[in-house]
């Protein structure tokens, strides 16, 4: 209570001093207006000196946006902030095997800014349209041939809009005579697939790329396995987010989003199918022998069925030591026609039949066991038995369960290097998109990481650092969190109120100790030296008891008109002893040697 009380008192006073303060300023600044208007007379100068001077904050830098720049050799690059479509191709082809409404590829794109955009001046390819079919490509600077260095493709994609269902995946089509980027469809022969890609809660980040067999000289996608991170926030947080494929020559693949790893794995030991066939196969002429037993267990041949065994035995039969309880009422139906039921005033008996008031539970059957006729309840039949089987045993003819024979895969190969893909000349988007405004910027392919990190950190890396000075701070993000999640507001009250809750339980219900002013009124000990005095009192006592020994042998021998004379002196001591003396007093006068001498 002291401490609640204590509380009070400090927010009073504060609030007080704030009043005070606050008065003071308005009679100071009335005092000011008198002056001002008192001096109107002796110039506009001097009443521009007595006005206040007030500090103007200084004005928000403006981030300056410049498109990136290769800091190295590159197959293709592209910002989209010269504001145009120059060096892309928009399809003008049809789909196969699709209705015309929508075949044709007739999805708008257009280069715009990005909404909400943290950087004027940075634009993007956009998806404009829904519900269409989209298409757009571009030819790199030269084909791209795998040999002795890696491949590396990076580029943004932003779901303005969020994403229901579509994909925001890019296809490095495959160098070959009959390319024809006018008329880009979705067989137009690719050489790798990469991105993002949503439909439903299904979200996916594929890598894809198409593998010559070269034995038959087809074709057969084979398909990363899926990613372990969770990826569903790439697709719903609305930010710009960076996508990155290194290929290795060693086979190996990294996938990035937002410079970390999600997905890596070998083009030999994690693609499905896999890139090489098994060396042997399953005969397919091999057939299983008529007489082959599959069979584990088998019927006993031997068995007999046991003469008492009553296949017809009913498996329940009623209970012949059940007694109907008192009380049941045989003549009673468990359910009546309500009474207070009434035939609606529509009711055609031509039409709809003779009027019956429905049903309802008989009322005189609550209070009794039972109503209706009596009958006795069922009970398992303990001769029951059932069908008679025979029992299982082994089959000693058993062979185990037959498989065809292995016999050598004529469609074998085996290739220890399908990092060296068809080459391709060109990158293009072929999408159906549910929802527009995607935003898609900085395409980069190339062979060196070092050049990949310069044009992110040149791109990617300033509209994040963009982003992050604009978003809000931990409380703000916390009650954003809360208005979608309004369970969260639970937590956060829980997690303030309890530790003060703790803390003020605490304080009040520990045992109460009394200050030190409180020991001062009293005689009572303190605690931290309560022991001690008790020793110090004791050894006191011992000593006070032989000085007065020593002191009555004395008075003994003594005049007896000195004893007549210090009575008056001992009358006035004893009054003094009477009034109350603090604790350093008392202890101070229990000591003989502090003792005023006796007058003879």
Known sequence: MELKWLLYVTLLALGTLAVQAHDTDDDNDADD????????????????????????????????YRAPVPTGEVYFAESFDKGTLDGWILSRAKKDDTDDE?????GKWEVQDMKDTKLPGDKGLVLVTRAKHHAISSKLSKPFVFDTKPLIIQYEVNFQN?????????????????????????????????????????????????????????????HAKRPDADLKTYFTDKKTHLYTLVLNPDNSFEILVDQTVVNSGNLLNDMSPPVNPPR????????????????PKIPDPDAVKPDDWDEDAPAKIADENAVKPEGWLDDEPEYVADPDAEKPEDWDEDMDGEWEAPQIANPKCETAPGCGTWQRP???????????????????????IWKPRKIPNPDFFEDLEPFKMTPFSAVGLELWSMTSDIFFDNFIICTERAVADDWASDGWGLKKAADGAAEPGVVGQMMAAAEERPWLWVVYILTVALPVFLVVLFY????????????????????????????????????????????????????????????????????????PASEEEETVNRSPRNRKPRKD
């Open 280 to 295: 042997e196969i399953e005969d397919p002429n091999d057939q299983k022998p008529e007489d082959w037993d599959e069979r």
């Open 508 to 579: 009040c219900s520990g045992k109460k100790q009394p200050s030190a002013s409180e020991y001062k009124k009293t005689d009572a000990p303190q605690p931290d030296v309560m022991d001690e005095e008790k020793e110090e009192e004791k050894d006191k006592g011992d000593k006070e008891e032989e000085e007065e020994e020593e002191a009555n042998e004395e008075k003994l021998g003594s005049d007896a008109d000195i004893g007549s004379a210090s009575q008056e002196e001992e009358e006035e001591e004893e009054e003094e002893d009477r009034k």
């Open 378 to 400: 069922m009970i398992d039949n303990p001769n029951y038995k059932g069908k008679w089987k025979p029992p299982m045993i082994d089959n000693v003819n058993y062979q185990g």
């Open 162 to 222: 969020g994403i229901e269902c579509g994909g925001a995946y890019v296809k490095l089509l495959s160098k070959t005579p009959e390319l024809n980027l006018d008329q880009f469809h979705d067989k137009t022969p690719y050489t790798i697939m990469f991105g993002p890609d949503k439909c439903g809660e299904d979200y996916k980040l594929h890598f894809i790329f198409r593998h010559k067999n070269p034995k038959t000289g087809k074709y057969e996608e084979k």
């Open 102 to 106: 929508i075949a044709k590829y007739d």
């Open 33 to 64: 207006v008198v002056d001002i208007e008192d001096d109107l007379d002796d110039g506009i100068e001097e009443v521009e000196e007595l006005k206040p001077e007030t500090s103007t904050p200084p004005p928000t830098p403006k981030v300056t």
